[in-house]
């Protein structure tokens, strides 16, 4: 069986827009975690990425033209910006990585995934569409120029769905009650129509066959533009709601951090997103470590990204009744008052190990050995016993490592009752030696990076000798959590025991996924 090594990492993340600032904060106990005041003012504590694109501008110009840097800031979203620079980041721990990853033309993957997507983009361009749109239906509605409008203010006969005038709705609904009036009557409208005739004679300009095709193309554009210009000044019409639809939320679909790291990388082997929720990194992991030890791939760059807290995100959260808003920091294992939103990436570059070693790259944090996964088949948020249960066994019997060889465990553990469930599981399968960490006290719940960030953060602890402390202080933790188990990592360093390494993530949805690691021999 091929072993598999990690040979770059990179890392965006609440106080750490890079590695270097992520490692050097896990040497602290403290929460990097801060107000959302997403509302407004609020109570809710999230973790909001550190990040400047501007940052990794000198690399992005070294290797394309100058509007290349322009056109990514303009363009691509949170999730796709934070992809880049902590890709960008992976390449700096091995001289050469970059070059080696263009070589390897088609054994080079790319596995980039994301969460939830790129909600901050969806809502301001959704925001934008339903502006846009209340214009539209509000100018054409208008009886000064809809006739149909006019004649039913003279003699108002009942007509089949006609919505309530707003007027004759309360103050609350008033606003739902205009879209509907408006949109109403502007679909009734024949001057409308004459509009949208003569739009689709202008849009029905077509590239001529003869002659230069490009050239064609670009003087139909100019064209085209000309007329609708004329078009909307002889109407005096607002904009039209598709033309207020950005084509960002094409550039912006899931696929895209991992489409952009190929091409900033040149990198021309198979790219896609897997997407599994919470438990995406392991899920990317899996796959990774697949394709290499098939010999498909000699090399995966593989990570998780998620745009920053966001109020669609954060109010979902809480109205699923999973997120902390009290104001105050709620800590896994302690009160269980629910967990805290955080947006970032990491992005790890996998090889075979003896390929890479062999031209002298050198393995970093610790060897990576299998990942169980499985699906509860149950409900969409609440873990089952089962299911991490059997992704806890098969990652160990992939790994052929016993539960007494395991010396640390990192637990998914997000702040509610289902620590306690996960801890009771755990114990079912190792024993009372292992030391168990949970660090989404720290930098929080990244819906898909945040266990990447986690094993991150196992690694560079082994790396270094030690497990890093958690916010978790020994008098905090949960007495009935503390009744199965009490040997937690709390807020001081511990040294990294003998054994294996191991973590679980549990997504949304019943999916979960386990990973087995361990120290690299020296």
């Not at 050469?96 to 070589?103: D, I, R, S, V």
């Not at 002659?211 to 085209?224: F, H, P, R, Y």
Request: glycine share 10%; with cysteine; charged share 20%.
């Amino acid at each position: 069986m091929r072993r598999v090594g990690i040979f770059g990492w990179g890392v965006v993340a609440p106080r750490s827009p890079n590695i270097q600032a992520f490692e050097r904060n896990l040497a602290s106990s403290e929460s990097w975690l801060t107000p959302f005041n997403g509302f407004g003012p609020d109570n809710f504590l999230v973790g909001t990425p550190e990040f400047n694109l501007a940052d990794y501008k000198p690399w992005i110009d070294a290797r394309f033209q100058a509007s290349r840097f322009s056109q990514l800031e303009r363009k691509m979203g949170q999730p796709t910006q934070f992809a880049i620079g902590a890709f960008i980041q992976s390449l700096a721990q091995n001289p050469g990585l970059e070059q080696e990853l263009q070589a390897l033309g088609p054994r080079a993957h790319v596995y980039v995934g994301t969460g939830l997507g790129d909600l901050p983009t969806i809502q301001n361009i959704s925001l934008d569409l339903y502006r846009a749109q209340r214009r539209w239906d509000r100018f054409w509605a208008n009886p000064e120029r809809n006739v149909k409008a006019r004649q039913w203010l003279e003699t108002r006969e009942p007509l089949d769905g006609l919505p309530p005038e707003p007027s004759t709705v309360e103050d609350e609904e008033r606003d739902k009650a205009e879209d509907a009036w408006w949109h109403f009557w502007a679909g009734r409208s024949a001057e409308l129509r004459e509009y949208l005739e003569e739009l689709r004679e202008i849009e029905a300009i077509g590239v001529p066959d003869e002659g230069d095709v490009e050239s064609a193309k670009l003087a139909v554009i100019k064209e085209k533009r000309t007329r609708n210009a004329r078009l909307q000044k002889k109407w005096n019409a607002p904009e039209p709601p598709w033309n207020a639809v950005s084509s960002n939320v094409l550039w912006n679909i899931h696929n895209t951090p991992a489409s952009q790291i190929s091409m900033l990388g040149k990198i021309t082997g198979m790219t896609f997103a897997p997407v599994a929720a919470c438990s995406s990194f392991g899920y990317g992991l899996k796959l990774a470590m697949n394709a290499i030890q098939l010999g498909q791939a000699k090399a995966v760059v593989m990570g998780m990204t998620d745009a920053a807290p966001n109020p669609l995100v954060v109010g979902g959260f809480y109205n699923a009744r999973v997120i902390s808003a009290d104001a105050a920091l709620s800590k896994p294992l302690t009160a269980l008052r629910g967990t805290h939103i955080a947006g970032g990436a990491v992005v790890w570059v996998l090889g075979d190990y003896d390929h890479f070693t062999q031209k002298g790259f050198q393995a970093l944090g610790m060897e990576p050995v299998a990942v169980g996964v499985t699906a509860d088949a149950d409900h969409i948020i609440t873990p089952s016993k089962e299911g991490p249960t059997v992704a806890i066994r098969e990652a160990l019997s992939q790994a052929q490592c016993t539960p007494e060889h395991v010396g640390s465990w990192d637990l998914h553990a997000t702040a509610t009752p289902g620590d306690f469930l996960e801890v009771q599981n755990l114990r079912d399968v190792l024993p009372e030696s292992v030391l168990i960490t949970a660090r989404k006290g720290t930098f929080g719940h990244g819906m898909s990076a945040g266990g990447g960030w986690e094993l991150t953060a196992q690694y560079l602890g082994y790396a270094a000798g030690k497990v890093f402390a958690t916010p978790l202080a020994g008098s905090e933790l949960n007495k009935q959590i503390a009744k199965v188990h009490g040997r937690f990592v709390f807020n001081h360093d511990e040294p990294a025991p003998a054994g294996c390494a191991g973590k679980l993530s549990m997504g949304v949805g019943g999916i979960n996924a386990c990973v087995i690691s361990r120290p690299w021999k020296k």
